[in-house]
């Protein structure tokens, strides 16, 4: 039938000549590197050289409009003597470690809760996120207003139910001040942390809950002996980008408190931006800001170690 | 005219040689099957005839052309996969024209092509499903019919039958045959299943280790296979072999193996005489081991103990003990044999085949 | 699966459960009640003994339209928009070119690339600000929406890349080969079949990318000084308070408006984003 027919007119018999584009896209290396070149150009032009003019700045005493002169590690040694960034660096490591913890064991819980099946599942996973997805600044003048001394809805409640008994300057009161902050920090982190943790539970056979049962193992043991094991994984992940992210935190505080009172808030973040953006000391601001860097890169190194063993076994 | 030439052809994989210096010549409108286990290079050298992998050394030669240095796309070939790599996304009908439309084939002479692939292949009625509407065997003549109407020089099947269950890899097996005497175009196979190989091929070439152990017709290979361990893949089940001892006694070659012992005819005996009083190894297949009535002259038969009976229908296969060694044998199913029986098995000297112990090559 | 007694499941379950929804959600209600309540509601101390909270007797429009007509919300919501449309589009483009190469091709130093952007995706914005202004300056891109639209990405390659990543290698190699074979070039393949087989993944870069760039406070903070090129996040922040004296009722009406469109994407394209989300932690 026709099959010989059509064979007849073969029309590729030859190869047919190509473009010297076309053949250089044909390699892989120039096509991979023509794949690569808008992103190497973007993160180029505004990661690795403000990074590069970050440590410059930092080891100058540039202002606003002057370019400066450079005064070697003068910025960094000022630092160490500068007890309000000595309160920073210690405040960051308070927020850093009270909120991861609390982010922690709060989304796991809410992940298991979420891991069962009940009506409006779906639903209440999708409300559950949202402090996560709506604008931070904007969730936070919320809490803000919630806080307010003499207007606020969480003093009336705790009143209400007879839990104090005067008012709480949450964001006024130094010694709270730091708490209140953790506390809107911990409700915009939640949702992140257990959503991730859902799906890294969904991942994990239910059969293996249902054969650690049959073992006799009680709900305790099911949860520390077969599923944390397993989600570990995934927590280790989820953990270091938090950790990263409150390290840097800058917005919460921003609009709660403005670092204050009395610097009580004031994070690595807050501080450079008051320094830098705030008064102009370009090159101080920096070296605040860049002295974030060996600690998240100690943060990342262990983390991602750790994560690297985790997976080994 | 689209023979296909691999002249000394290498791969090399960092440290791991995967192709070792492969010669090959399939003729025009030949159906050539590379068979062997898996990780003996047979993918790797189909890879590289495809243009998908790089070549280490040596040539590839399409028609006549050597394709070393062409794409894919300009050495016209066609592919078969083995998960059929239909695009998700398209629907039966552009995933066969998918091909014709890079090569900017006139729209009318696509809808034609496909329609007669589609008619040919029996998909007529599916062209505009999706790919995951369609069940295992239709993917897989979607995935034939893709290839056909591009009207390729040579067709290319990487183990395409693998992932049908066994009663329609059977049914597709001589589809696919008959495809190939209608279109009458060169192919080349690969898979790790010899009965596929034996089936489909003009010619078999069994590789191993990245080496071509033996090329030629199917029958070619199960009679005169060229070593131990061609004579152990091709063949199903797979032949018996047991280590002997050649011993000259009284003018006569014998073969002394654990369990049994042979007496050699004359002929045998004359290819043989070099290797007198050394270790060889006898290849006997499960068909060739009967029952033996009687009349069988005794240097040619031995006892044997039934361990496990397996009536598969129209063959019977017994599982024997035969002093230290286990054999198989593959006996008509008219034998009424039972565990732990004792029976006697007859050989024919001209179905023995005989390997050297060391470099396991023919005798 | 695992039952009890009833009351346990109201125990274990329900409340816990009821908690932490009231406590997630709350502020969204507080923010809506605010938005409609009028002032005179609004500045009661709490301590007063009419103070009402959950509830407004008078409901009012007047914050909303105040924000709408004698502010420059509006078009701080205009400048958002674009401004979070560009730079995922910007994103998306480089994240999947750069997603594909270092996913599928082989070339060297392509190991080295791959960890370089993943070290990237992990520098936080406030590390490089005081540096990037100073260069937003010397590039005459302070106070445009380019200040932004070019330096979002930085943080959105990476994670659209890394995202993709993870969607372009579970895409069976085959098929691209087999439309090599086919006749497309390595380009032909990428566009043709890898891309559209990779949708769902670009969808939910996109939308996370859009989130995130919707989002982002600091930068803007910085690179933005005038009032009609800001964006949402910023203009409230700063336009709606003056001195010490914040407008409650116009920044909660604000911070619920500037929420609409993110919740908006965010509840068409719940699996997707959570697919973003989750894909993003991914190791």
């Known amino acids: ?221 099911r949860f520390w002996h077969v599923t944390w094991p397993l989600l570990l994984p995934v927590t280790m992940v989820v953990v270091l980008f938090s950790v990263i992210q409150t390290f840097a935190d800058f917005q919460l505080v921003y609009v709660l408190t403005g670092g204050g009172p009395a610097n009580a808030t004031q994070l690595f973040a807050t501080y450079a931006y008051q320094i830098g953006v705030g008064t102009g000391l370009l090159s101080q601001g920096a070296a605040v800001s860049l002295a974030m860097f060996p600690f998240l890169l100690i943060i990342v190194v262990v983390q991602l170690l750790y994560i690297r063993r985790v997976e080994v076994h | 005219m689209a023979r296909v030439i691999l002249r000394n052809l290498n791969k090399f994989y960092d440290d791991v040689h995967a192709v070792k210096s492969v010669n090959l010549e399939i003729r025009d409108k030949e159906f050539v099957v590379l068979v062997g286990p898996s990780g003996c290079g047979k993918t790797t050298t189909l890879r590289m005839l495809a243009g998908l992998e790089s070549i280490s050394s040596g040539q590839v030669l399409i028609g006549d052309t050597v394709v070393n240095d062409l794409a894919p796309m300009d050495r016209d070939i066609a592919m078969v996969f083995q998960n059929y790599a239909l695009y998700p996304h398209m629907s039966v009908y552009d995933n066969m024209a998918f091909g014709l439309k890079m090569r900017k084939v006139d729209r009318n002479d696509i809808r034609k092509r496909v329609q007669e692939a589609a008619d040919i292949l029996g998909i007529q009625d599916y062209l505009a499903r999706k790919p995951r509407q369609l069940s295992g065997g239709q993917r897989q003549r979607v995935a034939l019919g893709r290839a056909i109407v591009r009207h390729p020089q040579v067709f290319l099947f990487d183990e395409p039958l693998s992932n049908l269950d066994a009663k329609l890899r059977v049914q597709m097996r001589v589809e696919l045959k008959k495809l190939h005497n209608r279109l009458n175009t060169t192919a080349v196979y690969v898979t790790h299943d010899q009965v596929e190989a034996m089936t489909l091929g003009d010619r078999v070439v069994v590789m191993r280790g990245g080496v071509v152990q033996q090329v030629g017709e199917p029958l070619e290979l199960y009679n005169a296979p060229v070593n131990r361990f061609v004579a152990g893949f091709i063949g199903s089940p797979a032949m018996n072999f047991a280590p002997a001892r050649l011993r000259d006694g009284a003018g006569k070659l014998h073969a002394d193996a654990s369990g049994f012992g042979l007496q050699l005819p004359a002929d045998i005996a004359a290819r043989l005489r070099p290797y007198t009083g050394r270790e060889v190894i006898v290849g006997v297949r499960p068909e060739d081991l009967q029952v033996a009535n009687g009349s069988y002259p005794p240097g040619l038969c031995f006892d044997a103990m039934v361990e496990v009976v397996e009536r598969l229908g129209a063959e019977v296969l017994l599982d024997l003990q035969v002093g230290q060694h286990t054999m198989v044998a593959s006996v008509e199913p008219g034998v009424a044999a039972r565990r732990g029986d004792k029976l006697r098995f007859a050989l024919k000297p001209e179905r023995l085949h005989f390997f050297d112990a060391s470099s396991e090559a023919a005798i | 699966m695992i039952e009890g007694a009833k009351w346990r499941r109201w125990v274990y379950f329900y409340i816990p459960l009821g908690v932490f929804v009231l406590w997630l959600l709350f502020p969204f209600y507080w923010m809506l009640v605010t938005s409609v309540r009028p002032d005179r509601e609004l500045y009661r101390p709490w301590t007063a003994p009419n103070y009402a909270p959950f509830w407004t007797a008078h409901p009012t429009l007047v914050h909303i339209t105040d924000l709408l007509t004698q502010t420059l919300f509006i078009r701080w919501m205009a400048n958002t928009l674009f401004i979070a449309i560009l730079a995922t589009l910007i994103s998306l483009f480089c994240g999947l070119l750069a997603g594909y190469a270092l996913s599928r091709l082989k070339f060297p130093g392509g190991g080295a690339l791959g960890t370089g952007i993943f070290i990237t995706y992990l520098v936080p914005q406030t590390l490089l600000f005081i540096p990037l202004a100073n260069i937003i300056r010397n590039f005459s891109l302070g106070d445009t929406p380019w200040a932004l639209i070019l330096t979002y990405p930085t943080f959105l390659i990476p994670f659209c890349t890394w995202l993709l990543m993870g969607y372009f290698k579970a895409i069976p190699r085959e098929l691209e080969e087999c439309a090599r074979i086919d006749g497309a070039t390595r380009w032909k393949a990428m566009l043709y079949i890898i891309f559209p087989i990779a949708v769902p993944g670009i969808l939910s870069a996109g939308i996370f990318a859009f989130t995130l760039s919707w989002n982002e406070f600091i930068y803007a903070l910085v690179f933005l000084s005038s009032a009609e090129q800001k964006t949402v996040s910023v203009g409230v922040t700063s336009e709606l308070v003056r001195g010490d004296v914040f407008y409650w009722g116009q920044l909660m009406a604000g911070a619920l408006l500037g929420s609409v469109p993110v919740a908006f994407i965010y509840s068409f394209f719940v699996e997707h984003y959570v697919a973003g989300l989750t894909g993003s932690v991914k190791g």
Request: glycine share 6%; hydrophobic share 55%; aromatic share 12%.
């Open chain 1, 1 to 221: 039938m026709a099959i010989s027919d059509v064979l007849s007119h073969r029309a590729f018999a030859q190869a047919p000549r190509r473009g010297a584009a076309t053949r250089l896209l044909e390699d892989e290396r120039w096509l991979a590197a023509v794949l690569l070149l808008p992103t190497v150009i973007l993160l180029g032009l505004f990661i690795a050289y403000p990074f590069v003019e970050g440590v410059w700045l930092s080891v100058t005493d540039a202002t606003v409009g002057v370019p400066g002169h450079f005064v070697g590690l003068a910025n960094f040694t000022a630092l160490l003597h500068d007890s309000i960034f000595l309160v920073a660096v210690r405040n960051t490591f308070v927020y850093t470690a009270v909120a991861t913890v609390l982010k922690l064991a709060l989304g796991l819980w809410l992940a298991l809760l979420l891991n069962r099946h009940f009506r409006g599942k779906a639903f209440t996973r999708a409300f559950v996120l949202l402090p996560f997805i709506i604008p931070t600044v904007l969730s936070t003048f919320a809490w803000k207003w919630m806080f307010d001394p003499t207007f606020s809805v969480i003093n009336w409640t705790l009143f209400q139910l007879g839990i104090i008994h005067g008012r709480i300057n949450w964001l006024g009161d130094p010694s709270l001040a730091l708490i209140s902050v953790i506390i809107v920090n911990v409700w915009r982190g939640v949702p992140f942390y257990a959503i991730s943790l859902l799906a890294g539970l969904q991942t994990i056979n239910p059969e293996l809950q249902e054969a650690a049962a049959i073992d006799g193992a009680r709900p305790w043991q």
